[in-house]
T-cell receptor, first 113, second 112 residues
Framework: EAGVVQSPRYKIIEKKQPVAFWCNPI?????LYWYRQNLGQGPELLIR????????DSQLPKDRFSAERLKGVDSTLKIQPAELGDSAVYLC???????????FGPGTRLTVL | GEDVEQSLFLSVREGDSSVINCTYT??????LYWYKQEPGAGLQLLTY?????DMKQDQRLTVLLNKKDKHLSLRIADTQTGDSAIYFC????????????FGPGTRLSVLP
């Protein structure tokens, strides 16, 4: 079974530029999460989807961050414009309806210069 | 809000036991988890325990939960160099165990 796929693995951009991250969850997993992990810290939830509905986006900085999961499968997280403080690893995770175990992707390491 | 704390570093000798500790503040925590993160990789679930349990053992891993003190520990027996990683404690308190709060992680270094 393929795991959670994320791309790109690494991204370096200049501040004020836009950036997008893509996630393909494990097939059949209806719940999808985006986390941000700052250096030396644990992941912090940005947004959680149940199918195509964002059920918790309270921690998403909506002035510059947006996310979508149009068909309830893969998802895109966008930052526009990026700031220096956005440098972090962005992790995607998914879980099936019948379990609370989250399966994580390898993450996208973003560096904003 | 909920808070999860861990010591940041732990060094042990190969073959010794490792004990990684975690404290949390949310008394309504339903599930408590231990995740492992190796360099450049995502988090991998090691084990979890329900809040109505005191202990769970899984091969070399033993999880102890003191609900009164809100203290969780992970013991790794016969620690190997491959166990070197960052270990995250996490708690989930909603009805579906979906909203996780992670600790800062404990970096375990195993010395030969």
């Amino acid at each position: 079974e393929a795991g959670v796929v994320q791309s790109p693995r690494y991204k370096i951009i200049e501040k004020k530029q836009p950036v997008a991250f893509w996630c393909n969850p494990i097939s059949g997993h209806n719940t999808l999460y985006w986390y941000r992990q700052n250096l030396g810290q644990g992941p912090e939830l940005l947004i959680r989807y149940e199918n195509e509905e964002a059920v918790d986006d309270s921690q998403l900085p909506k002035d510059r961050f947006s996310a979508e999961r149009l068909k309830g499968v893969d998802s895109t997280l966008k930052i526009q414009p990026a700031e220096l403080g956005d440098s972090a690893v962005y992790l995607c995770a998914s879980s099936p309806r019948t379990s609370n175990e989250q399966f994580f992707g390898p993450g996208t390491r973003l560096t904003v210069l | 809000g909920e808070d999860v704390e861990q010591s940041l570093f732990l060094s042990v000798r190969e073959g010794d036991s490792s004990v990684i500790n975690c404290t949390y503040t949310d008394s309504s925590s339903t599930y408590l988890y231990w995740y492992k993160q190796e360099p450049g990789a995502g988090l991998q679930l090691l084990t979890y325990i329900f809040s109505n349990m005191d202990m769970k053992q899984d091969q070399r891993l033993t999880v102890l939960l003191n609900k009164k003190d809100k203290h969780l520990s992970l013991r790794i027996a016969d620690t190997q160099t491959g166990d070197s990683a960052i270990y995250f404690c996490a708690e989930a308190s909603d009805n579906y165990g979906q909203n996780f709060v992670f600790g800062p992680g404990t970096r375990l270094s195993v010395l030969p």
